[in-house]
């Protein structure tokens, strides 16, 4: 079992920078992979990233590759999303997941097991 918490949203106006993380609890927390996914109103929830659980090799949608970055500290049972160049269209709540395994469909949220409340991003003209 794997309980997620994320922090670190806000209101940035567009072209600044977010950091977001996750607090995972559970000792098995290095043996997950991880992602970040988004909701805007009124859309899916939408893949936006996802690490190993080492930290070895990272996954990207699209519209955030060269903006955003995954990473992890598994000493600090904790995920972060490091999110620059931030457009209006980015705006949404921002949940971190937890995945049994990394396979070909990573992208998928039905791979993800466990998922934290989420927190706001909201990116201002």
């Known amino acids: 079992q794997v309980q997620l918490v994320e922090s670190g949203g806000g209101l940035v106006q567009a072209g600044g920078s977010l950091r977001l993380s996750c607090a995972a609890s559970?000792?098995?927390?290095?043996?997950?992979?991880m992602g970040w996914f988004r909701q805007a109103p009124g859309k899916e929830r939408e893949f936006v990233a996802a690490?190993?659980?080492?930290?070895?090799?990272?996954y990207y949608t699209d519209s955030v590759k060269g903006r955003f970055t995954i990473s992890r500290d598994n000493a600090k049972n904790s995920v972060y999303l490091q999110m620059n160049s931030l457009k209006p269209e980015d705006t949404a709540v921002y949940y971190c997941?937890?995945?049994?395994?990394?396979?070909?469909?990573?992208?998928?949220?039905?791979?993800?097991?466990?998922w934290g409340q989420g927190t706001q991003v909201t990116v201002s003209i």
């Open positions: 997941a937890a995945a049994q395994k990394w396979t070909v469909f990573i992208g998928n949220r039905n791979e993800y097991d466990y």
């Open positions: 559970g000792r098995t927390f290095s043996r997950y992979p």
């Open positions: 690490i190993t659980w080492s930290g070895g090799s990272d």
